[in-house]
């Protein structure tokens, strides 16, 4: 398996501009998070369901400001001041996409004028002056005081928030805490910059499009209760929606194997599907499901799944439009960027009719990935055969059955209980999560300063150790699922989970 190098839009391999345009989504999802609701900018621009004074709108007016005020205190804390102003005036390239093939692997862009007016705070010089010792000695992956004193600190520096002016109108829906908790559990393992990427690749470095993007996927995170449907395990979705495990029994999706480009497959028989014999809902949350455990599958390099969709015995009774849509709605809309390639191999001639009235739905970006294959011969294009099952439809070398794993009684007892070990995993991660946010804070105001590229390196390791700290409180936070029992998915680093 070989994985290709990752062209620019990635994580070290940044162009100036989408290094820019990286640094203005950071800036708007830190004022999205923080901004006081005391604050002129807090309560007119940014409060949940009520009109902006710069363009921001909601969908009602029915929550009061007794119901602000509460949600601001379970707000989570902030990142600590910037140390120096950054650069002002405005520029428009970010709403194309960059031609410039400068290379920028962690460094920052030479100093130029950004949609940035002003820097995300705006402390006084002479209260807070550049620092004369190197940026590690204040800027640890712990900050001063911990999560509390981080807090602390950005609260007393919220006031001078500046946030940059979107043109497009926002709507609002759930409060700042919802977004910023729906946030890092959708980054989970990957550096927090590989999350926001991914939006920008999406949109083809439109940043307001990107923004907007980006609030509605976690928007449909929180109606879809994703971070639900990965903590309850099985047996609780069996419960809740008839059919679920009959589905993760009947090998309708399954992860088998990895592509020539070191991306783990996702094989699909749609022949297997019937839309009656489950509810809609039943369906929705077995696609989460399968998603969510897919991206616990990936490993750096790796930032995408193929599919391989077995359309062999695939017939005009087993389509489900309602579930179609859903599953093109959420690969395009609510994971972009995560679709390696869809290969449809075999399929018969009827599906020929349903593919003109599906290609046209397809974001040109997706159907772009989607591939035709006839044979073995066309398949191992993609995938080596002793990475393909032994079956009919893939004619594979891999002999080795699905099977179903029955869930093991209390295997997801450390969700349920109250250790220390659970708690200095949680907050291990809160604090390096705050830490992130605060490097970010003092990158964004120190552009045009030489200690930039110091705060940026430190940012990025801190980035790179995300990883780590996930898989610490995976065991606490994630229900176990097949693909831990069959031993696919394992922590790639050791984790204590006794205390």
């Known amino acids: ?28 999802l830190l004022h999205l998070w923080y901004s006081e609701p005391s604050s002129p900018t807090r309560t007119s621009s940014m409060h949940p369901r009520r009109v902006s004074s710069y363009g921001i709108s909601t969908a009602s007016v029915a929550a009061s400001n007794d119901q602000a005020h509460h949600s601001d205190q379970h707000r989570p804390s902030p990142p600590l001041p910037s140390t120096s102003p950054g650069g002002t005036g405005h520029r428009e390239h970010h709403r194309r996409a960059s031609n410039s093939n400068e290379m920028r692997p962690i460094s920052p862009p030479p100093a130029s004028p950004t949609r940035l007016s002003q820097s995300f705070y705006q402390p006084s010089i002479a209260s807070s002056p550049p620092p004369t010792s190197p940026i590690n000695s204040h800027t640890s992956s712990h900050p001063p005081g911990g999560a509390g004193g981080a807090a602390a ?46 939006f920008l690749r999406a949109r083809k470095w439109n940043v307001e499009k990107a923004m907007e993007m980006l609030v509605l996927a976690l928007e449909w995170r929180i109606t879809m209760g994703v971070d639900e449907i990965v903590g309850e395990g099985e047996e609780a979705l069996e419960a809740k929606y008839p059919g679920f495990l009959d589905q993760l029994k009947n090998g309708k999706a399954i992860f088998r194997g990895y592509d020539r480009q070191g991306r783990p497959l996702c094989l699909l028989n749609p022949g297997l599907h019937h839309q009656h014999a489950q509810s809609e809902q039943t369906v929705q949350k077995l696609s989460i499901y399968v998603i969510e455990t897919g991206r616990m599958i990936l490993r750096p390099p790796a930032e995408t799944i193929s599919v391989i969709f077995d359309m062999s015995s695939f017939s005009s009774s087993n389509m489900d439009w309602p579930t179609a849509k859903f599953f093109i709605h959420a690969a395009e809309a609510c994971y972009p960027e995560l679709l390696g390639v869809c290969v449809l191999h075999k399929a018969p001639w009827i599906f020929g009719a349903l593919w003109k009235i599906i290609s046209p739905m397809l974001d040109p970006i997706i159907r772009a990935k989607v591939k035709f294959t006839n044979s073995r011969k066309d398949l191992e294009e993609y995938v080596a055969p002793d990475q393909l099952m032994k079956n009919k439809a893939f004619e594979g070398e891999d002999e080795v059955p699905y099977r179903y794993v029955e869930p093991v009684q209390d295997e997801n ?19 390096m999560e705050l830490t992130f946010e605060r490097l970010t804070e003092i990158w964004q105001g120190q552009k045009q300063l030489s200690s930039s590229t110091a705060v940026i390196q430190e940012r990025n390791e801190v980035g790179m150790k995300m990883a780590e700290v996930w898989w610490a409180t995976e065991p606490y936070t994630r229900a176990r699922t097949v693909y831990h029992r069959l031993g696919t998915i394992q922590s790639p680093v050791a984790v204590q989970t006794t205390p």
């Open 1 to 28: 398996m070989k994985h290709q190098p990752e062209a620019t839009g990635h994580v070290g391999n940044l162009t100036p501009d989408q290094w820019d345009a990286l640094g203005e989504i950071w800036s708007f």
């Open 413 to 431: 007892r450390l969700i349920l209980e109250d250790s220390e070990a659970k708690q200095r995993a949680l907050a291990k991660r809160k604090e």
């Open 153 to 198: 600190a950005l609260r007393r520096s919220a006031a001078k928030l500046k946030p940059w002016l979107p043109a497009k109108k926002f709507t609002f829906k759930y409060s700042p805490t919802e977004y910023h908790t729906a946030f890092w559990a959708f980054s989970q393992s990957e550096h927090p910059d590989t999350t926001v990427l991914r």
